[in-house]
Each structure stands twice: as C-alpha cells, then as structure tokens.
C-alpha cells in the first residue's frame, strides 16, 4: 500500500544531477525527501510538497526517504516539443517521456537500427549497484584508467528506476570514471535511454564508445530469501546478451565474510543462481584469491560453476589500495569497506580481470 503525507519543505540540504535532497516538516516531524526536478520541478523552502512515504515508512536501508510526488502550488511547466515516445515508468502517476537511443526519432536510430555485435567489448555483470565504484576500481590496476578506457555503465530496473538515485554514479562521472549511464527497461536518467538491455549494451559500445560495459540494477534491490525471488537473477541475463551480441562476459560474485545470513555467506546464493542456472552461454566467472579459510570456502563455492563457466582466480594484491582511491563513498548493506572488504574486492577483482581482457586484446 501506498503512503501519502503532505508535508512542508523546511530546507534544501544538497542537489545532484537530476535530484534534490530535502528536509520536510510532515505533522511536526522532519524527514528526508527526494525530489527528482525533471519531474515534479524544484522544491522550495516553504513549499507545501505531496510526499510518498512508504520507503521510509518501511525503513528501507537504501531507499529510505520520502519521495516528492509534486508540488500542487507551483507544478513545473509542461517540457518543450520534441522527438521521443518512450515512455518509461509506465502507467504510474509520473511515467515520463523520453527519446530512446534506439528510437526511429532518435539521431542513432540509422546506427542501431541494425547493430548486433559488441565486437568482443567485456560487459562485466554485477548483482548490486554497490559493485560499481569497486569494479572501476579494479580497472585501475590493469588499464591506464580513466585515462584511455572509457567504461559505461549500463543499469537495469531491478532497483531504483530513475538514474538520478544513484549519488554514486553521478560522482564516478563528475570525476571521470564513468563515460556515461545508459537506462534500460523501465529504468529512465541515464545519459542514454534504450528500450533493451540488449540496445543498450550496443548503445554503450557505438554510441558512447566504451571499452567496457558494467550492468548491475540501479542502488536497492529486491531478494525474498527463496531461490528465484530476488532481482539478481537478471545477471544471468546480462551473460546471456553479452554472448548473444558479441561480447565478452564477466561475472563478478557476490561475496560477503560479514552478512549473517547463511544464504550469502561467502558466494551468495544469488550470484551460484544467476550464473549457474540463468545463465545459459559460458561466462569468465571471476573468484578474488582471498587468504585462510574463508577464501578456501569461496574458491570451492565458485567451483560449482565450473561445468557452465570458465572460473578464473584473479590475485587481490593492490586491490584494497586501489578500492581507498575510488571518488566515492563505499557502502553494501549499509557495511563498508573496512566491514566486509571481501564483497569489494571481488567486484575490484572482476574489474581487474576486464582491464586484463583489454590488455592482452591490446
């Protein structure tokens, strides 16, 4: 069920592209919102706001802020004429129009129209938006990056939709990480729409140029502890249109040495179910060489994938360096670097082995 508040904006604590973080006075208490300005407009202080409020409501880690669903008093001005008829978000009450990469009005429709090869471009794929930053920061120890390698990101709508949640790819593009963001499914923000992972993945490699393509779903995500019930499954997928377009997969595991749960202790269950089930085109499957028993727990983890997948041992010596340079903040499951380092060194791992691919291709 949806949660509905009117609420009265008290100040405006910071702002990043696409997005505004506000502190709202809702029935005398202050709360955390959000207010994506392409579509609701600016918030102002003093403006009375019409908050949905059923992530905080539930305490979500990630999503946890009230989300401004308009400003009744000062609605923005209707946008300018142009190309673009995908609508995204749709059928809910802030579907929003955008021109696809893809589309027939769009500039790239002739290029794309009929594109199918990623011309061996590695497309590493991630189960959490949080793998990002740690997998640009394996690139680091392979590839004179961000130099000479232009990396996109490519992010499915397992989690948040709009692009502009993530403060983390916003900065990894300020500081030159990122080439850019492409948006697919219902997923809208990026730098690039497309109607496809598969269209966006070709988006990424001819129009954006990149070298390499991360997929992983936008920051949250949706697990219910059974063993198809979580949106990881879409990592398979992310192998799957690799292979059938060209490409090269990557599989970055999820691994954790701090979650409680059984079920994600060590390799996580998500990442054995993606790759080992969903995914029907062999992957190099990448396992960070951890030290002691935890790392022998994981390597023998990894090894169920091998009938399917080519699991590769990538050495973790200089990752923990590079992951403390990385432009952004650190943060799984609300733990950092110093909590769980074996989930970032994984996906820095997956990320070193990319920057490997495109060295020997070198």
Not at 93 to 121: F, I, K, N, Y
Not at 124 to 130: G, I, P, R, W, Y
Request: include cysteine; charged fraction near 20%; proline fraction near 6%.
């Amino acid at each position: 069920m949806i949660r509905w508040r009117n609420g009265v904006v008290k100040t405006v604590d910071g702002s990043w592209p696409g997005a505004m973080e506000l502190r709202v006075n809702v029935d005398g208490e202050v709360v955390r919102a959000l207010a994506y300005v392409d579509l609701v407009g600016r918030p102002q202080p003093g403006d009375i706001v019409v908050l949905n409020t059923t992530a905080l409501a539930m305490g979500l880690g990630t999503g946890g802020y009230a989300h401004v669903v308009a400003i009744p008093n000062r609605l923005p001005p209707d946008p300018p004429p142009g190309p673009g008829h995908l609508v995204k978000a749709r059928y809910t009450p802030l579907q929003a129009t955008v021109l696809g990469v893809d589309e027939q009005d769009s500039d790239w429709h002739e290029l794309l129209r009929d594109a199918d090869d990623l011309e061996g471009m590695p497309v590493v794929a991630a189960d959490l938006h949080s793998a990002l930053p740690a997998i640009l920061a394996g690139l680091t120890t392979e590839a004179e990056y961000p130099a000479s390698v232009r990396v996109a990101y490519v992010m499915t709508d397992g989690g948040a939709l709009p692009a502009w949640f993530s403060r983390s790819a916003a900065a990894l593009r300020e500081a030159g990480w990122l080439t850019g963001t492409v948006t697919v499914g219902q997923a809208f923000g990026g730098d690039l729409e497309a109607v496809t992972l598969h269209t966006g993945l070709l988006a990424a490699r001819h129009v954006l140029g990149a070298d390499i393509a991360v997929v992983a779903q936008g920051p949250g995500n949706l697990g219910t502890g059974t063993r198809w019930g979580f949106s990881g499954v879409a990592c398979g997928e992310a192998v799957n249109a690799a292979v059938v377009l060209g490409g090269r997969p990557v599989a970055s595991l999820r691994v954790s040495s701090a979650d409680p749960r059984a079920r994600h202790h060590g390799v996580s269950h998500h990442s054995l179910t993606a790759y080992g089930k969903v995914a029907l085109a062999p992957a190099d499957v990448v396992v960070p060489d951890l030290p002691g028993e935890f790392g022998e727990k994981v390597r023998d983890q990894a090894a169920r994938l091998r009938s399917r997948h080519n699991v590769i041992t990538v050495p973790v010596d200089g990752l923990a360096d590079a992951l403390a340079q990385v432009p952004v903040r650190l943060s799984t499951m609300g733990r950092g670097l110093d909590e769980d380092a074996a989930y970032f060194l994984a996906a820095a791992a997956a990320g070193r082995h990319a920057g490997g691919l495109l060295r020997h291709d070198g």
